[in-house]
């Protein structure tokens, strides 16, 4: 069952191609120009009238929730607010029925999440849910809905649950963003034209696995490791260092690369690796810079580039790269050399991957 991969995790990065394409299926329209969304369709007043979008959720799909952020406000200009679901519930929210609350859950069962959406009902709020298991408690207790089509995620560590619900994300965006005419429409038709090749460049993104292995060689044995990223790859940084958490237990923090001259640049010398997420456009020379000054303290760059970039190249000690794409498409491609690379640490450090300790996959209790 797991289709000849070593380990369910590994098997669940390789599926995100097809994840993502069945995530589109019926969706994605490229022929008609359109994407096509019943939940949404059918709450469009409530949608197009919202003050303001709130994305509740925990982990991982809290990281989907910051990227969906940059992309909501970016391409659809709807002011968006993202809170873990634990805070949001206990905090006594200013919520009423102008808010859209939009709620993210791999499980459709955290106990948080499902808490944060009664209250956000209680209010008088729309509350939209996108999740990944079907008839889920959190797809029953939402108002309406969007399905990811991942399939059934079995490790732990969540990595198609992820790069699904930014699909899903990403198409109500564009939706939304035609609907208020915040985009042109030849710029939705390049961008409809572009998500269609994301899969294939999830694909070639796969290919740098041997390449990885051999990066995560070198590292295995650190006992700390940064992540940065800026703009929309920010939440990315934070997500690649949950990853390392979670299965490999090596402490790891991701930060927007300009805050660390605010602190973090403390922790540079030369034991620590920094995976720095450097694509082309958003804000490149900024990262660049970044990079410079790591470099001058001793610290070892892994870098997540553009295919055929030269800039970071000279800089880094090693680089990772992958396709281009549309700058807020990005984070669909960024997240896969970082799932690989915690697969193979923890992998060699012989640690339970597909279950790591103290985490269970459904966070049913508080
Ligand atoms: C991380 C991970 C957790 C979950 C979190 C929310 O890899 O799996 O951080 O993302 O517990 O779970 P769901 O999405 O099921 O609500």
Known sequence: EKGGYEHFMLKEIHEQPKAIRDTYRGRLLRNEAIIKMAGVEDNMKKFLNANRFVIVACGTSWHAGLVAEYIFEDLARIPVEVEYASEFRYRNPVINENDVVIAISQSGETADTLAAIKLAKS?????????????SSI???????AYTHAGPEIGVA????????????????LRLARAKG???????RKYLLE???????????????AHIKIISDIYKDSRNCLYL???????????????????????????????????PIALIDENMPIVVIATKKGHYEKVVSNIQEIKSRKGNIIGIVTEGDVQVKTLADHVIEVP?????????LTTIPLQLLSYHIAVMLDKNVDQPRNLAKSVTVE
């Open 139 to 145: 797809a029953r207790e939402t108002n309406a809905g």
């Open 229 to 263: 990223g800026r703009g929309y790859n920010f939440p990315v940084a934070l997500e690649g260092a949950l990853k390392l958490k979670e299965i490999s237990y090596i402490h790891a923090e991701g930060y927007p690369a300009a805050e660390m001259k605010h602190g």
């Open 158 to 173: 969540s990595t198609k649950a992820f790069t699904t619900q930014i699909t899903v994300l990403t198409l109500m965006a």
């Open 195 to 209: 998500l269609e090749m994301i899969p294939k460049k999830v694909e070639k993104s796969l290919e740098s696995d």
């Open 182 to 188: 915040t985009i042109s429409s030849s710029d939705f």
């Open 324 to 332: 281009e794409t549309l700058e807020f498409l990005t984070p669909l």
């Open 123 to 135: 209010k008088g709020a729309f509350v939209f849910g996108v999740c990944n298991v079907v008839g």
